[in-house]
């Protein structure tokens, strides 16, 4: 009965799949990704509250049950992430982001239910386990997409990220604000699954695993990933892109509160207010990502990394020393814009230097070090808040982009330019 199923429901999507091209699919991935990351953004202006509304069954504080919501999830999912990765290289990258936006639907039902601190933390840990929708939805692009425009593909996705990363906070805020925190995570899980409908009807992948990708067991996997982190440029493409995880998200869980300490007198919008901060770094960084990883692809995403990097910890300075939210949000914009440059560059690097044959395998590490980043920021930025007081969290994330910044210029090996071969036609004719 369930092969039945299946097979009339691969029937029914063959039936109305549209034959692509790259720009196609990716026209299509964009959408799914501007969905999803508005529904998983939805949660952070209101989670501390949420947690404390909701109280705890053993004792936990709400500072410690708020970390450990944040940072559970990137741990599960640094743990899960490169296996789902090596899978899609085997079975199809079009088969792991549905895997990814109905698991995300069903957990993120099941948020919006919970009764206690400790359901949400057990929920949102096995939310890490099954989805990952950023890093399915770089593999498919990536291995569907030409090598000269992978950058521009790569931004263009991180476009749709961080659109939905800048929409996604304001209306959690607004939702919770006028109804509730459950009603988010419902609308949350709509979102999920209508993204997983697109891909299931609208994306068609032309895909057939490699002879030496088809055996499937332990050995393979770590072959396969050995071979990859030994490849030139890419372990250290890969610690840049923790590090770009680390600086951005270290503010994350004290934001809000730095916020609230601004505002001259108490409202009852707050978490509007608190998801207008993370809105506008999130408008920033997508006027950034687009043009940057195009420009990538022109004059080298090593150079880029290097100026994006170099920029973002410059504006992070004075962001410690502001008296005022507006002084806050038009520097958090500036590095934000900067900061554009630096989600979509190590993407294209690591397709650079290790190809797209094992597309899902390097983009499934790299979600792995993501989440091992959002793991690690929120208590970095909790012990250097601790320490230094809350100013003292944007100091750290201008360390980090300045470390971002020597390792690309000093340590990362060149990219290659690879010209589009149109304009190569072109200069050929002439």
Request: glycine share 10%; net charge positive.
């Amino acid at each position: 009965m369930a092969r039945l199923l299946t097979a009339n429901t691969q029937s029914l999507a063959r039936a109305f799949a549209l034959p692509q091209s790259w720009k196609f699919t990716l026209g299509l991935v964009f959408l799914v990704q501007i969905l999803s990351a508005v529904g998983y953004s939805m949660m952070f202006p209101f989670l501390p509250l949420h947690i404390e509304s909701l109280g705890s069954s053993t004792g936990l504080s709400t500072e410690l049950a708020a970390g450990l919501v944040i940072s559970v999830q990137g741990i599960t999912m640094m743990i899960t992430a490169p296996f789902w990765g090596a899978i899609a290289d085997r079975y199809g990258r079009k088969k792991m982001i549905m895997r990814a936006l109905f698991g995300g639907a069903i957990t993120m039902a099941l948020m919006g239910f919970s009764q206690t601190a400790e359901q949400l933390i057990i929920i949102r840990a096995a939310q890490g386990l099954v989805t990952g929708t950023v890093s399915a939805n770089n593999a498919l692009v990536a291995a569907a997409a030409p090598r000269h425009r992978v950058g521009f593909a790569m931004g263009t996705l991180q476009l749709g990220l961080w659109t939905g990363v800048a929409i996604g906070p304001l209306m959690g805020g607004i939702l919770a604000d006028h109804f509730g925190y459950g009603l988010p995570y419902i609308v949350t899980a709509l979102l999920l699954a209508a993204g997983g409908l697109v891909v299931v009807f609208g994306v068609s992948e032309n895909f057939s695993a490699s002879k030496e990708l088809v055996a499937f067991n332990s050995d393979s996997l770590l072959r396969g990933w050995k071979d990859i982190l030994k490849t030139s440029g890419v372990g250290l493409a890969l610690w840049i892109r923790f590090l770009s995880g680390l600086a951005r998200t270290i503010i994350v869980p004290i934001a809000p509160l730095f916020v609230f300490s601004l505002i001259a007198s108490e409202t009852e919008s707050g978490n509007t207010f608190a998801g207008l901060f993370m809105a506008v770094s999130a408008a920033a960084s997508t006027v950034g990502a687009v043009y940057l990883g195009n420009l990538g692809d022109r004059i080298s995403h090593r150079k880029v990394l290097f100026y994006c990097s170099a920029i973002a910890a410059l504006f992070y300075v004075p962001q410690a020393l502001v008296g005022d939210v507006w002084q806050l949000l038009i520097l958090q914009a500036v590095a934000g814009i900067a900061a554009g440059g630096l989600v979509a560059a190590p993407s294209a690097l690591l397709s650079r230097y290790a190809g797209t044959e094992r597309a899902g395998a390097i983009y499934g590490i790299e979600n792995s070090v993501m989440a091992g980043s959002r793991a690690a920021a929120p208590l970095f930025g909790a012990t250097v808040a601790l320490l230094l007081g809350m100013r003292g969290t944007f100091l750290a994330s201008a360390l980090v982009f300045a470390l971002i910044a020597i390792s690309a210029w000093y340590f990362l090996p060149p990219d290659k330019i690879e010209p589009a071969r149109d304009q190569s036609l072109r200069a050929t004719r002439a």
